[in-house]
Structures are given as structure tokens and as C-alpha cells.
């Protein structure tokens, strides 16, 4: 009796094909929670219009690396840079502080680096809005981020954001600006 061989067949998949398949089932997706508008209602227009640039982050990157990849990166070609670096590579609390110093130097300069851990889990109502696999820095115009949040202010958008969530998210953001 022959034994057939089943070959196994593994798609090979990257960090950033993860990314871009969470963005295209989930982050683009009309949500009741957000009024029936997607997670992000301006990314898929980001994506088709390609305007996001990937970076994955080898073994040896730290937050050198991370501030010259922004540091070099054209604002003006793509509008959002999305760099992504395996989910033990730093600790949450390693991603936040590095967050907060990019933001200290780059926020003057109308840039702002939003992030993203596997272990900081963040919601609005019942809807979990981390990717959960990678660690993401996120990093676009502040102008144009807060131009785009404004224009959500005045519909359904962020009716279920609790205060507090809505704080941390915005409130950041314009306390910097404001300083300037």
C-alpha cells in the first residue's frame, strides 16, 4: 500500500501582510460603535492612494533606529509612516516611554507617533482596536491628524468614547500643541 505524502502547504506571511489584512478586516470597516464609520475612516483612502509606508524593524533596532527612520522619513510623499517591530521586541512600557520621547521631539517639528503593544489592550465600548500581534508606531502630520479629528467631532464618531479614553487619545495631542 503507497502512502500518499501530503505536502504541507504554509503561506508565508510578514509583518506587514498581518498589519495591512487587520487594516483591510477590521480597522476599515464600518463599526456601530464609531456611528457605523470604520475604526479609522481615513485609511483605507491612505492605502488605496498608497500614502502608508511599512517598515519592519530587524532584531537589533532600538529607539535610534526608530528616531532615524522618522527623522528621514518624507511627510510629504506618504502621510502616514506605520514602523512595526515583533511583539517581545520591546515591553509595553518600553513602547510607551519611547512613544512619549519621539513625541517630545517630534511634535514641535508637527509630527506625532502614536503606539500600538500586543499587551495594552485599548477599547472603545466593546470593541478592541489593538491589532494584537505586532508593536506599531504610528506616525503622521499632527496638523492633519487633528484637522481629520476635528472633522469626526461633529458626527456619531465619538459618541461611545468614554471621557477619559477620548483624553488619552486626544487630549495629548492638543496639550502639546497648545505649548508650542
Known sequence: MKK???????????????????????????????????????????IIDNKVEFVELNSMADWRTIYGIIWNFDFEKKDVLCIIAEPTHFTAQQTVSMAEWLNERFMPQDIVVLEDHPKINEYVKEVKLNNGHYILFLVQ????????????????????????????????????????
Open 4 to 46: 500518499r505524502l501530503k505536502k504541507k502547504i504554509t503561506k508565508t506571511t510578514t509583518p506587514t501582510k498581518t498589519i495591512l489584512k487587520w487594516i483591510r478586516e477590521f480597522v476599515t470597516k464600518p463599526n456601530p460603535v464609531f456611528g457605523n464609520l470604520p475604526p479609522c475612516p481615513f485609511a483605507q483612502k491612505a
Open 141 to 180: 502630520n499632527l496638523s492633519k491628524l487633528n484637522n481629520f479629528s476635528k472633522m469626526l467631532e461633529s458626527g456619531p464618531y465619538y459618541k461611545n468614547w468614554s471621557k477619559s479614553y477620548l483624553s488619552e487619545v486626544k487630549g495629548f495631542r492638543e496639550k502639546k500643541k497648545s505649548q508650542e
